[in-house]
């Protein structure tokens, strides 16, 4: 299994998010950032990204929910959603599997740490 996985639930209609552009990013140095993976939702609004271990450290997914809701010819206000949380890796180089999941609409959103 993919190390990090997100699901997006559009919380408007009470449907999976399905074609909502995602892309991992490791955190670096300041502001800057690395771009390690890029993804769609499938039909589910499930993505799995990223290699099968992520290296301690700050990450970003950044969801593309501006498309999303052009393409249904809704309005919105964020035209993307960034998430930036944290990889903790143990003494002996495991980690737990990082589920990061969306609930959107068109003028608000909420995230928490998934199991």
């Known amino acids: 299994m993919t190390h990090l996985t997100t699901h997006i639930l559009d919380a408007a209609t009470g449907t999976p998010a399905a074609g909502v552009e995602v892309t991992l990013a490791a955190q670096r140095a300041g ?13 589910d609004g499930r993505l799995a990204l990223g290699p099968e271990l992520l290296d301690a ?23 993307f959603v960034t998430v930036t949380f944290t990889v903790e890796v143990a003494d002996d180089g495991t980690s737990r599997h990082y589920h990061v999941p969306l609930l959107l609409s068109p003028f608000a959103y909420s995230t928490y740490r998934g199991s």
């Open 31 to 43: 502001l800057h950032k690395t771009t390690m993976a890029e993804g769609v939702t499938d039909a």
């Open 57 to 79: 450290g700050d990450y970003t997914l950044t969801f593309r929910t501006g498309a999303y809701f052009a393409a249904q010819g809704v309005e919105s206000f964020y035209p």
